[in-house]
């Protein structure tokens, strides 16, 4: 088992490895385009994430696609910025189903690609009660569901509070720690700074998670 979650030591497997795998490449196809100087900056609303150069996102993608994909000896330590990697997964299928939803509404065809993974995923928990059917348009639907599948593998948001902790003087920060049980490095984790020479090695990486197991 290589994720430390709320219900255990996770390995992602099947439907909901697949959905995982496949919002892995969407951002990083994003963060790849960025780099080409093809599109702007894309943001997600998570600052941890977001702030990062593309170099370093793309290690960090690789790192947490490692740990969720792979068995590995042991879990991973969860920081700030591992975490919201992972929110960031989450946070494009979110992105991704609201397009979705908005092209079947303005009349594309085969606008289902999203969705039937979502489904799978939930499906895959064995729960199958009031799910919506694959072409629903009701994105708050959808929402619900990325919620329950992304709280199967992060315990909260503690990565969007980030500033609040670093910027709190230190005895003011090390009481909110304690009172919401954060260690004291969640926040300190440094990022990774790949060198271009450690680059063609992280894209090998990326590339292999996405071949699946």
Not at 102 to 123: I, T
Request: glycine residues 6%; proline residues 6%; hydrophobic residues 40%.
């Amino acid at each position: 088992m290589t994720w430390r979650t709320e219900i255990g030591e996770r390995t992602l497997k099947g439907a909901e490895a697949t959905l995982f795998r496949e919002s892995l490449g969407n951002v990083v196809d994003m963060v790849e385009a960025e780099l080409a100087g093809d599109s702007d900056l894309w943001e997600f609303g998570i600052p941890v994430f977001d702030q990062l150069g593309a170099h370093a996102k793309l290690a960090l993608l690789a790192e947490v696609g490692w740990a969720l994909l792979r068995d590995t000896d042991a879990c991973p330590k969860l920081t700030a910025i591992n975490e919201a990697a992972v929110a960031i997964l989450f946070a494009n299928i979110e992105h991704s189903l609201h397009f979705e939803v908005d092209a079947q509404k303005d009349g594309f065809e085969d606008s289902q690609f999203w969705r039937p993974l979502v489904l799978a995923a939930y499906h895959q928990m064995g729960d199958t009660n009031d799910l919506p059917d694959p072409d629903c348009t009701d994105t708050e639907d959808w929402e619900l569901l990325v919620d329950v599948l992304s709280q199967r593998i992060l315990w909260d948001d503690d990565f969007n509070d980030a500033d609040r902790f670093l910027d709190a003087p230190p005895d003011e920060a090390e009481s909110l720690r304690d009172r919401f049980g954060i260690d004291d490095d969640y926040y300190r984790a440094i990022p990774p700074d790949p060198s271009e020479i450690e680059l063609p090695g992280i894209r090998a990486k990326l590339k292999e998670l996405y071949r699946g197991p």
